[in-house]
């Protein structure tokens, strides 16, 4: 290792001489089935990376066709019935076939195993029973979308969706529930594998945060999902049968539907933001060489969101005529919620300083991450309070609050976490410049798109419009311009990602000198991971443990 | 708000005109309007501070600088500032909201009524003195005016943002909202919650005028029959008045004056007698028992529209007395006009 202090922690293996290793968890079987029959976590969270992908990029394509009708006030590229499509389509996708997925499931699979020091999850035929259930879910909802699409919004708001659309509700309905049940596999198995697989000398408190962030994510997929799957069955019950559990004339509640449904789907952005907030903490220790400040605060706060998150549901119905003092009530668990969040953006704030800080790409994310979720949260605290809520509530400010928090924060943390451990996954390293360039064009795009539409939300304009007053249209045009600067962002990474696989660098084990189990093995890892079972004999994140390991191990070499 | 009302009303028209800010054409816009401030300065705040953090921090403490990091634990003291503050910024929001929420929520006792039908895709609202309009409402300046209002289909939302005002209309229950203009003109109205097809379409203009125009409109636009007017010929025609008409023998309790009043029903719940009791009585009869009758109403779901309901709501709650009930049960045959009612045109209740 070079002495001089360079502006990277990055040191590869001499590129002339290095190798990736002669057999790994990619190379030891060959031919589709061994993809399609695997059980190996590693395998799975491909399958995973590949699926989810592919139905970002559908999702996305949706996104770019509704910025594009919204370009002018008319209704001109498309008829509103498309456009709702569009929408009902677009959030579908998002939410249930990526956001929800996406880090758990590429990541969390991938990673749980090798940072607790296991040979694979708890349940490996489980985990690959969730990925074919994930995919029997995306395709049900491809098949609805081919069919002719659904336009209930992602919401599936009734009487709206039980008696008064003639699209494809119910299929739509079948796919987010089969989807469900892969969130609960993949949410039990992960609870199972902390609970029961941490190598000797794991304790609780020696574990990576990325670990806690899932456990607590893990939680809410396992209580929460199953109200969701129930919900939509008595949709489709009401739909085909006219059971009238929702429908005021035969008695019904359609208020009940909305208390059930948010239940869920409240719940459901923890879902997508914990895991993120886990690989957050991973990069942000690893490039500023230093334990995460507060690590137990950031792991409870984890743990705390997961909890109050269950009772916040009812701030999605303030304007709906419930009563007075449960909307006092739910308002105040709203503002208690926000209080973990900050605690984490602190925590890690201050984790920088006295730190040793290096800007790679996952760095950056990172950084667009916390500029961006403590917009999204804040904006979540309007949102929160009763009397302002009334105003916002169903506007542009909801949409763009949702999509800091979902976008600015879930998918930044994604791509954060997908460079960062790419080395891992592939044993090559992804181009350090342009992916800089994708880190920056997605930070700026993504602003120009969502800022916009606080102002529009402020000044009334309703979401769901395929149409909308002439005075609105400067703010959706700058909107749509960033939404051309963000696909462009998003595109980026795609083509570089897969450019890499065959021309990047070689990795090395551990490219980023990184204090994780997963980084103390071979780039890509074997298929049992462990030759054998490691003993945590340190603490987690104990940067002078390996610097103590790697000289010890160059001693002995040389 | 602690603001000059000076430059107030500057920043307020300066950011309007830039197209950045809704009117402020209601008593409550400028309530709202100050708790916004304040919360996008507490963004602008909490925003900044993360970000000068984290580049203060990013530029003392980079690799070049800092070749070696000191390890810290954490600190107590500092985590528990930033517990204590933001939870401290937040109950302050909360309690400012919770009393904006009630501000916008509460009617004052004198606001003057309108009904709102929303339906897929059109607002009809429905003027006492019988003016009918659709995706429009006419209301006078400086008088509160509150809205009662039910959808006949899926969800609506009826939102005007110049005057900060939005509340769901929900089918099968009467929801309510109240404001009261401060500014003439035309303002946006909204359906703000999806509701199918042509959600973007149900859209229409709230014009606001001074009081001599509006009574000038009211008298203009009236169809000649009062909503309380229309209630009665329904009262006569669906039969209401062959139980409900307040004599000795009547098998349904005496309806004049009920509105307002407290009612204890057969399984001992008191009742306030309100809009929505009265028509969910009517909808639903059999779990509106007054004490002492017999459950033997017949419910009226679906040979009712919700115009026809609010129409005979609006009838029973200007009912004093039973005479004209019984002069009906007399008089039902002979083809005679109802005579009018006496007004109770909008404003001057």
């Known amino acids: ?558 | 708000m602690g603001l000059s009302p000076v430059l107030w009303q500057f920043l307020v028209n300066w950011l309007h005109n830039a197209t950045l800010f809704p009117a402020e054409a209601s008593t409550i816009a400028p309530y709202t309007d100050a708790l916004y401030f304040f919360l996008v300065l507490m963004t602008i705040f909490g925003t900044t501070l993360v970000a000068v953090l984290v580049v203060v921090f990013s530029a003392r403490y980079s690799r070049q600088r800092s070749p070696v990091a000191t390890q810290i634990e954490g600190s107590t003291l500092l985590e528990t500032t930033w517990t204590i503050i933001p939870l401290a910024i937040f109950l302050v929001v909360y309690v400012w909201g919770a009393l904006l929420y009630f501000r916008i929520y509460n009617p004052p006792t004198n606001a003057m009524n309108i009904y709102i039908v929303g339906k897929q895709w059109m607002w009809k609202a429905e003027h006492p003195g019988g003016q009918h309009e659709i995706d429009a409402l006419h209301v006078p300046l400086g008088q509160p005016v509150q809205l009662t209002m039910i959808s006949q289909d899926v969800f609506h939302s009826f939102s005007v943002p110049d005057f900060r005002i939005k509340r769901e209309v929900i089918p099968g229950r009467y929801s309510t909202v109240w404001f009261e203009a401060t500014k003439v003109g035309r303002y946006h109205l909204f359906c703000s919650q999806y509701c199918g097809t042509q959600h973007s379409g149900m859209v229409g203009w709230i014009t606001v005028m001074t009081p001599e125009d509006y009574k000038t409109w009211l008298e203009q636009s009236t169809s000649g029959q009062s909503l309380a007017q229309n209630g009665e010929r329904l009262y006569a025609s669906m039969g209401c008045n062959s139980c409900h008409n307040g004599t000795a023998a009547a098998r349904g309790p005496d309806l004049a004056g009920v509105y307002g009043s407290k009612l204890t029903l057969t399984d001992g719940r008191q009742i306030l007698v309100d809009d929505a009791y009265l028509r969910d009585a009517i909808l639903n009869p059999s779990a509106h028992v007054t004490a002492g009758y017999a459950a033997i109403m017949p419910t009226y779901q679906g040979q009712l529209s919700e115009d026809g309901l609010i129409d005979l709501v609006e009838f029973i709650k200007n009912m004093q007395s039973d005479y004209r009930v019984q002069q009906t049960l007399v008089t039902a045959a002979s083809g005679e006009s109802a005579p009018t009612t006496p007004p109770q045109a909008a404003g001057e209740r």
């Not at chain 1, 008319?74 to 709702?84: E, G, R």
């Not at chain 1, 916390?370 to 605290?381: H, R």
């Not at chain 1, 990795?507 to 980023?512: D, K, L, T, V």
């Open chain 1, 1 to 558: 290792m070079s002495t001089a202090v360079g502006n990277t922690i990055v040191s590869l293996p001499d590129q002339s001489t290095a190798q990736l290793p002669k057999r790994h968890y990619i190379n030891n079987e060959y031919g589709l089935l061994s993809w399609l029959l695997t059980e190996d976590h590693k395998r799975i969270a491909l399958l995973y990376l590949f699926s989810v992908t592919f139905f970002f990029f559908i999702g996305g394509a949706f996104a770019g066709l509704i910025r594009l009708e919204l370009l002018t006030p008319q209704p001109d590229l498309v008829a509103a019935d498309t456009y709702n499509k569009f929408f009902t389509m677009h959030g579908l996708i998002m939410i249930f076939l990526f956001l929800v997925p996406s880090i758990p499931g590429v990541l969390g699979n991938f990673l749980i195993p090798l940072m607790i020091g296991a040979r694979d999850l708890a349940f490996p035929k489980l985990n690959l029973l969730s990925w074919y259930v994930y995919m029997a879910g995306g395709t049900l909802t491809l098949a609805a979308l081919v069919l002719g699409g659904v336009d209930t919004g992602w919401t599936f708001t009734t009487p709206l969706s039980t008696h008064y659309l003639n699209t494809h509700v119910i299929t739509a309905a079948m796919a987010i529930f089969i989807t469900g049940f892969s969130s609960i596999l993949t949410g039990i198995n992960f609870i199972v594998t902390i609970h029961r697989m941490r190598c000797p000398g794991m304790t609780w408190f020696r574990m990576p945060l990325f670990l806690w962030a899932h456990y607590a994510a893990s939680l809410l997929m396992v209580l929460g999902t199953p109200v969701l799957a129930t919900t939509l069955v008595l949709v489709a019950l009401e739909r085909l049968f006219g059971i009238g559990i929702f429908d005021p004339a035969k008695g019904g509640d359609p208020l009940l539907f909305q208390h059930l449904f948010w239940f869920y789907s409240h719940p459901a952005v923890y879902i997508m933001i914990l895991p993120g907030m886990g690989v957050i903490s991973e990069v942000i220790s690893t490039c500023s060489r230093k334990r995460i400040f507060g690590y137990t605060a950031v792991a409870f706060s984890s743990v705390a969101i997961a909890l109050f998150g269950f009772f916040v549901w009812e701030h999605h119905m303030f304007i709906m005529g419930v009563s007075s003092y449960s909307a006092l009530v739910f308002s105040l668990l709203t503002m208690l919620v926000a209080v973990p969040s900050a605690i984490k953006i602190f925590n890690w704030a201050f984790t920088l300083q006295k730190g040793s800080i290096t800007f790679e790409t996952p760095m950056l994310y990172c950084f667009g991450f916390m500029g961006l979720f403590t917009i999204g949260g804040l904006t979540g605290v309007f949102l929160g309070s009763l009397g302002m809520d009334i105003h916002l509530t169903e506007t542009y400010f909801v949409v763009a609050h949702f999509h800091f928090v979902m976008v600015g924060g879930g998918l930044m943390a994604f791509l954060a976490g997908i460079h960062f451990w790419w080395p891992k996954m592939t044993g090559r390293m992804y181009p350090e410049t342009i992916s800089k360039l994708a880190a920056v064009t997605t930070f700026i795009g993504f602003n120009l798109t969502f800022l916009p539409q606080f102002v529009l939300g402020y000044l009334g304009l309703p979401r769901r419009y395929a149409a909308y007053p002439p005075e609105f249209q400067v703010l959706n045009v700058l909107s749509t311009a960033g939404a051309t600067v963000l696909g462009f962002g998003y595109m980026l990474p795609m083509l570089y990602l897969v450019w890499s696989l065959k021309y990047g660098a070689i990795a090395g084990s551990n490219p980023w000198q990184a204090t994780g189990l997963e980084w103390q093995i071979a780039s890509p890892p074997p298929t049992e991971n462990f030759a054998e079972i490691p003993i945590m004999d340190h603490e987690v994140y104990d940067y002078e443990w390996l610097a103590n390991k790697t000289k010890k191990e160059v001693t002995t070499v040389g």
